[in-house]
């Protein structure tokens, strides 16, 4: 299966529309996971139609972004514009990933098609897969397909924590990926992560979520660092129930 290796830290969002093996999870497990879940605003996800935000990037010398992304969830209606020089805007539906038909995509103003609109598809479904399940992740915990197990606790930055590994079935992007959940004793939030993704060797890659930010009932976080200097970040984040439509209209196709 295709990896998304999207900036070296690619990770399997578990979209609809995919079936998936029953999962392997022990009790102990999935209630950390529900109380997770739930720390999250999981009891409001369901009614958190729209979302827009922006991915960024700051390795140091190495920085990418701002990828605007805006979804529809109930109808899987997206839109992503990557910029620079070899940026697009890609508007396409999530759960047709592939059908090149239904999708839209702009290069310099450009309407794309054949192999080359096919390609950026591909791209463009991969950054919904990465970008989002690093803003969203707590609230994915218990998707059609992931595996959940105890881990007992361990110290996360100086904190006793509840941990839960997830490692997951035939889904996603790179089903050989595990991650390690770092849980808040007190009130189950996330308060890091780390991971082995697919093909790599150890040691895994570790990362503190901060900066949490309550929109519209979810708690999200919306910077992640290393202790090394590196941040993951989110900006221009909003929930909503009412669609931008304006927003996710992809332009009418040239006349013949």
């Known amino acids: 299966m295709k990896r998304a290796l999207l900036l070296a830290v690619s990770l399997p969002l578990l979209s609809t529309g995919v079936l998936a093996a029953a999962e392997t999870r022990d009790a102990k497990a999935t209630a950390a996971a529900e109380r997770e879940r739930d720390a999250h605003g999981g009891t409001r996800w369901e009614k958190a139609r729209f979302l827009r935000f922006e991915f960024n990037v700051d390795f140091g010398t190495r920085k990418v972004g701002p990828i605007a992304h805006a979804w529809d969830r109930y109808t899987g209606a997206y839109r992503v514009d990557v910029p620079g020089d070899d940026g697009y805007t890609a508007h396409f539906n999530v759960n047709a990933p592939k059908d090149v038909?239904?999708?839209?995509?702009?290069?310099?103003?450009?309407?794309?098609?054949?192999?080359?609109?096919?390609?950026?598809?591909?791209?463009?479904?991969?950054?919904?897969?990465?970008?989002?399940?690093?803003?969203?992740?707590?609230?994915?915990?218990?998707?059609?397909?992931?595996?959940?197990a105890d881990e007992g606790t361990a110290d996360f930055d100086g904190q006793k924590v509840n941990v839960i590994k997830l490692s997951f079935g035939p889904v996603g992007l790179t089903p050989g990926d595990v991650y390690k959940h770092f849980l808040d004793e007190k009130t189950g939030r996330m308060l890091g992560w780390e991971y082995q993704l697919q093909g790599t060797q150890p040691p895994p890659t570790r990362w503190k979520w901060i900066e949490w930010k309550e929109l519209s009932g979810l708690l999200l976080s919306t910077r992640k660092v290393t202790d090394d200097g590196k941040a993951i970040f989110f900006t221009n984040v909003s929930v909503s129930e009412a669609v931008d439509a304006a927003v996710l209209a992809a332009p009418a196709a040239p006349s013949k």
């Open 101 to 148: 038909a239904q999708a839209v995509i702009l290069k310099k103003g450009e309407r794309l098609s054949g192999e080359t609109a096919e390609k950026l598809l591909a791209k463009a479904y991969g950054r919904f897969i990465n970008d989002s399940y690093w803003l969203l992740a707590p609230l994915k915990v218990l998707d059609s397909g992931v595996n959940l």
